[in-house]
Each structure stands twice: as structure tokens, then as C-alpha cells.
């Protein structure tokens, strides 16, 4: 029975595409309504709150406030988007659409579903990086300079690093939710505090000593010191270690996502 | 002789406590039908999915398909099978041409041959005219095709259809069993689900039978229905006559099955029949050539199971 020939089903490689090449034309198809948000956010976020609480604050860390916020978002752009992408995203493909019933009858295994989807995070991690850049570039052209040039146009490539980072963590969160309401928890429970705590907003050495070590513990804040030390050109070997954490957590996430993801999708 | 292309023997699945399916096994000739009857939770669909990997089977069982193992070699099975859901599942952003072609590149198709395999697709399916149709203005029918479209890509020589046409109208079902047995005569192996008798007697060359993740039954529709079921059936749904012809000494070769008011008379000679219904003043009864409807309900009982 066994067939002659072997059967040239896709290699790894190729199987990774093809499901972020799936979920990039779905994005694109209504580029408008999915890719122009990504542009307004960080001008209503400046405006708001760079714009109107800067005024009060003048410097913060040793750079005027506006930059400070600036070079934050940057970070945060691919935080909310692969975070989003990975939770409410993956759910509703798995869950109501049923979309991984017809792709896994595909010779795609589940893993290569989880990994290219997670690709696919970090891919829109840049976009949404290079998005706020953008942003920033024309605000530059106007005069109004919110990030240090020319550094910060290698935030985008960070913006992959950040996008897969939350895209394994937000997977490894989809993995034990059962009703979609429950994402509520994980973004006003971790991502919401995490964006205020992880020097974003202000520096880590503001918040009282018993609470730094917390800080430094929490994946944002690793991506976002090793963003602001790119840009300021202050080169630190402490950056050498916020990497070695990114990458440990996304390799360890990762695997945690894949493993529980896997377990839910082949029963 | 006939190639024997799918092998299955002593599969047992069970989700916790529930036994979805029990010491299965079956084979499955190359280019012919193979059905799988029962009601709803008698793990038919679990059946189907542990074949191309997507659930799995544990314990002693083996699995052959096309010479390969699913636990171990699901992308080859994959690559040659096609998988039609039980749940429509197209991509609503995309429209129908899109829909196809984000599928040609899981099987990596060649952009000039996933154009041509799409339009022929299209046509074969009678979907031309919606070739750039937007999917949430198809029909329930044409989403159907458009899943069956999908499943034949890349020419499977394996079709594995989940309820192919539950839910749909007379006139689509037709079309899609006419397709299927088009795609027969050309070589492909088609597995399917179904819950209506019809589509099993129209399609398929062996059946099984399931109920609570067992196969009762076994065989060709045909020889089903001659060694399984006396050949006429008298029903009566009148709730007084059908009380008083229970209360009655039936003639002998007549089988009475009763569920609340519904009594049907089982006989394979149609004269003992007719002669109890002319005692009735009444056209409240039915009386007619049995069929793998009856064969279904004798098997698996005509009461509700707390899965259904």
C-alpha cells in the first residue's frame, strides 16, 4: 500500500509562509480601516498627553518630556498589536470563524499554524512601530522633534523582537481562555499596569525601591531600556542583558504557547 | 482487485469519561464511497478527524492511509487529501477567488497553476459567475461548493467530506452528489458523514452504521437493506388506531415498533399489511417499501440519546 513515490508535501519553511502569507492578505484586504489607526494613535496620544502634560513637565530624564513619551510608544506600538492580534485574533479564528479547521486539514501541523501566526505578530509588531515612526518623521519635518535621529529609525526591527514577545505571551494567555470576555483580565490586569510601570511613561527609578525589582521583572521594561539606550547613544552592557531577557522570553513563551495551544487544537 | 487505500483497525477515542469512538475498524477500497451513518455524538466527525491528524487515537489501534500513519506523517496524508468541514469556514475579508488562492499556497501551488486549477474549479463547482463575489453575498449552497472547491485543489486523491449537505436545498444537494460521483469516476476516494439515508443510498458503496462511537452495522447500502429489514413497512400515526392495533394480536411475520402515538408495522409479505388497514375507515396511515431510514432507526433505536 505504501506509495512509490514520496509525497512532496511543503517544507518548513514554506509552511511558515503560508500562514503568515493567510493572515497578511487578510490584514491587507481593508487596508484602510486596519492600517490607518496605527497612524492616528500615536498623534491623539501626543497630543493628549505629551503635548498637554508636557507642557508641565518640561524634562524627564534628561530629555524634554515629549521625547521621552515619544521613544516609549515606539515600544508600546507592537506591545498592543501583537498582544491584540494574539488574544482577541487567535480566539476568534480558533474559536467562532473556525478558520484552523480548514487550514489544519492543509498540510500545516498545529505548530506550524502557532509559529507562523506568531511570525505574523512579529510582522505587525513592525508595522505599527514603523507606523508611529512615521508619525514622528513628518512631525519632525514640521519642527516639532519627538524622537532622536537618526537612531530611532532602527526602532522598527525592535518592533519584531516586541511583537513576538507579546505575541507568545498573549497566545500562552489564549491557551487557557474559554470565553473571550476573560481577555478583559489580561489586558486591564498585565498589559494596562505594565504600560504605566515599565518606563514608559517615566522612568523606573521614580517608582519607591521595594517596587523596582517588580519592574525589572516584567517583559516591557526590557524592550523599552534597551530602545531608550539605542537612542540616546548611551551604551550600557546592561542592554546586553535586556536582550538576553527578550530573547529568552519569547524562546521560553514560545514553547509554552505552542504546547498548550497544540494540545487545545489536536484533541 | 481492488487497491485496498485505507486501513483501520481497533481505533478507540474517548474525550474524558465520554467513549466517543470503540475498537473501530474498517477499510476502504480505492476510488469507491465509504459512509459513515449515525446520529449526532456518534463520534462519526472524531472518526474522520483522527484520520488527517487532527484528533488522536490512543491505545493499540493502527491506522493506514495510503501507507501512511497520522500520528506520525499527517502533513503527507494531508497533502493528499482534501477536507470538506462539517462548518463552512471561508474567510469572509476575502472574496471567492481569494478564498482559493490563499489555500493554493498551503499546498504550494504554482501561481500559474493555482490560476488555472481555480477557474476550473469555479466551473466545475458552477461558481464562474461568482468568481470575485464577496462570501458573505453567497448562499448557504455556494459557500458549500466553494468548501468543496477548496478541498479539490490539489487534486486529492483522498475527499473527506463532513455532512457534505446538511442543511442545504434539494436541488444543491443533487448537484454536489453528482459532482462526488463524478469525482469518483475519476479515481478519488470520498469518505463521508451523513445523517440522511438518501445521500448514503445515493453515494455510497460501503457503510457503517454508528451509535455511541460503535459500528452496529456494516456493508453495502443494498444488502443492508435486504438482510436487515422485513421489506414493507404500514406506518400509523393516529394515536387511537395505532392504540388499539398494539392492543391487537398482530399476524404472525408482522413486527410492531412503537414510540409514543407512532406505530409502525414491520412485514416482508405487503398483503398481511394491506389487509390490516382495511379494517381502519381512515387514510391516517402510510404503507410503503422500507428504507435505510428504517434499517438506521432499527439499528440505533428511534428514541433520543442524552447526546442528541
Known sequence: MRPSESVPYPPLAWRLYSVWYRHMRVYTRNLFSNGLPPFLEPLIFLAGVGLGLGQFIGTMDGVPYIEFLGVGLLVTAGMWTASFECTYGTFIRMEFEKVYDGMLAAPITARDLIVGELIWAGTKGIFFTFAVLVVFLILALFGYRVIPLPQALLTPLFGFLVGLMFGTMSMFVTSFVKVINHFNFYFTGLLSPMFFFSGVVFPLSQLPRSLQWVAELVPLTHPTRLVRGLCSGRYDWILLADLAYILAFIAVMGLLAVRRLQKRMIR | ?308
Open chain 2, 1 to 308: 482487485m481492488t487497491d485496498t487505500v485505507i486501513q483501520v483497525r481497533n481505533i478507540s477515542k474517548s474525550f474524558g469519561t465520554v467513549h466517543a469512538v470503540r475498537d473501530l475498524s474498517f477499510s476502504v477500497a480505492a476510488a469507491s464511497c465509504f459512509g459513515f451513518l449515525g446520529p449526532n455524538g456518534a463520534g462519526k466527525t472524531t472518526m474522520m478527524k483522527m484520520l488527517y491528524g487532527r484528533s488522536r487515537f490512543e491505545g493499540a489501534g493502527t491506522m493506514d492511509i495510503f501507507g501512511f500513519d497520522p500520528r506520525r506523517e499527517e502533513l503527507a496524508i494531508k497533502f493528499l487529501s482534501g477536507v470538506v468541514p462539517q462548518e463552512d469556514n471561508l474567510d469572509d475579508e476575502l472574496d471567492v477567488t481569494q478564498n482559493l488562492w490563499i489555500y493554493s499556497k498551503f499546498y504550494r501551488l504554482s501561481a500559474v497553476t493555482a490560476r488555472q486549477r481555480i477557474a476550473e474549479l469555479l466551473e466545475f463547482m458552477e461558481l464562474s459567475e461568482k468568481s470575485h463575489a464577496n462570501i458573505r453575498e453567497l448562499s448557504g449552497g455556494m459557500k458549500r461548493r466553494l468548501v468543496i472547491a477548496r478541498a479539490l485543489l490539489n487534486q486529492p486523491r483522498l475527499l473527506i467530506l463532513d455532512e457534505p449537505t446538511t442543511g442545504l436545498d434539494p436541488q444543491v444537494r443533487h448537484l454536489i452528489w453528482d459532482k462526488l460521483r463524478q469525482l469518483k469516476k475519476q479515481g478519488t476516494t470520498i469518505l463521508l458523514t451523513t445523517h440522511y439515508m438518501e445521500e448514503a443510498f445515493a453515494l455510497c458503496d460501503e457503510l457503517i452504521i454508528m451509535d455511541r462511537g460503535k459500528a452496529i452495522l456494516e456493508g453495502p447500502p443494498r444488502r443492508l437493506l435486504r438482510d436487515q429489514i422485513e421489506r414493507y413497512v404500514l406506518e400509523v400515526v393516529e394515536g387511537e388506531i395505532a392504540a388499539a392495533l398494539s392492543r391487537s394480536a398482530l399476524p404472525s411475520g408482522v413486527r410492531a415498533d412503537t414510540v409514543q402515538n407512532d406505530l409502525r408495522l414491520f412485514a416482508d409479505d405487503i398483503e398481511v399489511l394491506r389487509k390490516l388497514t382495511e379494517q381502519f375507515h381512515s387514510d391516517h396511515f402510510h404503507l410503503r417499501q422500507t428504507n435505510l431510514e428504517d434499517v438506521f432507526l432499527k439499528a440505533t433505536g428511534r428514541r433520543l440519546h442524552e447526546t442528541q
